[in-house]
């Protein structure tokens, strides 16, 4: 039985190889949105139901809008795997400040460039990249463990918590923020459940494809969540560090080129 237990341990996928499948979306919908929206079609800050409205008598950029909209959907498949990787990362972290710090510096260190790729400016006021989302769950999730003993108090205070997240990545204007917190939220509440709690986080991504379409491939996502093995992996901080300011900035050069 030991035998046998430490080889499913070694099957499926670590918290490392979902992050990278993680980053190959964010990739997608850097590609579309930033390159091929913002920068070829000259379409930024349009939703899908606009860009076909504007692109319907063009037939080559129709193509080109089509891609896009695929390559944002699934985008849209990086949210519910960021999201359980970072309730991972909060049991699992040796220093809760130093793992906020470090969500925190991402999230400013993507900003700039996140305006550069996908409005071609160095500063929008009406949209955030979508890390600060990560840093109010974290912020969440400690309220959350805080008050984890069972009581009405405790569940009235995470859901004000929770309520409080929502309000503030919709004033903020965080992309996928609402998205991202209320699937954080689930996979904490149903950590103990790993079945359960995959199921809905499943729903809440499905609910998600009622407010937007390009959340419609979400769902998907919890194939490969399905195949976590509960081991780390082989990580690169740093790497884990710059990989989406760094996409980001390359896609807003290239943007202005294109």
């Given at each position: 039985?030991?035998?046998?237990?430490?080889?499913?341990?070694?099957?499926?996928?670590?918290?490392?190889?979902?992050?990278?499948?993680?980053?190959?979306?964010?990739?997608?919908?850097?590609?579309?949105?930033?390159?091929?929206?913002?920068?070829?079609?000259?379409?930024?800050?349009?939703?899908?139901?606009?860009?076909?409205?504007?692109?319907?008598?063009?037939?080559?950029?129709?193509?080109?809008?089509?891609?896009?909209?695929?390559?944002?959907?699934?985008?849209?498949?990086?949210?519910?795997?960021?999201?359980?990787?970072?309730?991972?990362?909060?049991?699992?972290?040796?220093?809760?400040?130093?793992?906020?710090?470090?969500?925190?510096?991402?999230?400013?260190?993507?900003?700039?460039?996140?305006?550069?790729?996908?409005?071609?400016?160095?500063?929008?006021?009406?949209?955030?990249?979508?890390?600060?989302?990560?840093?109010?769950?974290?912020?969440?999730?400690?309220?959350?463990?805080?008050?984890?003993?069972?009581?009405?108090?405790?569940?009235?205070?995470?859901?004000?918590?929770?309520?409080?997240?929502?309000?503030?990545?919709?004033?903020?204007?965080?992309?996928?923020?609402?998205?991202?917190?209320?699937?954080?939220?689930?996979?904490?509440?149903?950590?103990?459940?790993?079945?359960?709690?995959?199921?809905?986080?499943?729903?809440?991504?499905?609910?998600?494809?009622?407010?937007?379409?390009?959340?419609?491939?979400?769902?998907?996502?919890?194939?490969?969540?399905?195949?976590?093995?509960?081991?780390?992996?082989?990580?690169?901080?740093?790497?884990?560090?710059?990989?989406?300011?760094?996409?980001?900035?390359?896609?807003?050069i290239a943007a202005i080129y294109l």
């Amino acid at each position: 039985m030991e035998r046998l237990a430490q080889t499913n341990r070694t099957r499926g996928m670590s918290a490392s190889a979902l992050r990278l499948a993680g980053y190959f979306c964010l990739l997608a919908g850097v590609a579309g949105k930033g390159l091929i929206q913002h920068g070829m079609l000259g379409l930024t800050g349009l939703d899908m139901q606009q860009m076909m409205g504007v692109l319907e008598q063009s037939s080559e950029a129709m193509t080109l809008a089509t891609v896009s909209i695929v390559l944002q959907a699934l985008e849209t498949c990086a949210v519910p795997i960021f999201a359980f990787l970072l309730v991972e990362g909060f049991q699992k972290t040796a220093s809760y400040q130093h793992y906020l710090t470090r969500m925190i510096l991402v999230a400013l260190a993507s900003e700039i460039p996140y305006n550069l790729a996908f409005g071609g400016r160095l500063f929008v006021m009406d949209s955030r990249n979508p890390v600060f989302a990560m840093v109010l769950c974290l912020l969440m999730l400690y309220f959350f463990r805080y008050f984890s003993a069972r009581s009405v108090r405790n569940t009235a205070i995470k859901a004000v918590v929770t309520v409080s997240a929502l309000l503030w990545s919709g004033m903020l204007g965080i992309e996928h923020g609402a998205f991202l917190v209320l699937i954080t939220a689930v996979f904490w509440l149903m950590r103990s459940k790993p079945g359960f709690q995959l199921l809905a986080g499943c729903g809440v991504a499905g609910i998600a494809t009622l407010f937007s379409l390009f959340n419609l491939t979400a769902p998907f996502s919890f194939l490969l969540l399905y195949l976590y093995n509960g081991e780390k992996g082989d990580s690169n901080r740093v790497f884990n560090l710059i990989c989406y300011p760094l996409m980001l900035l390359i896609a807003g050069i290239a943007a202005i080129y294109l």
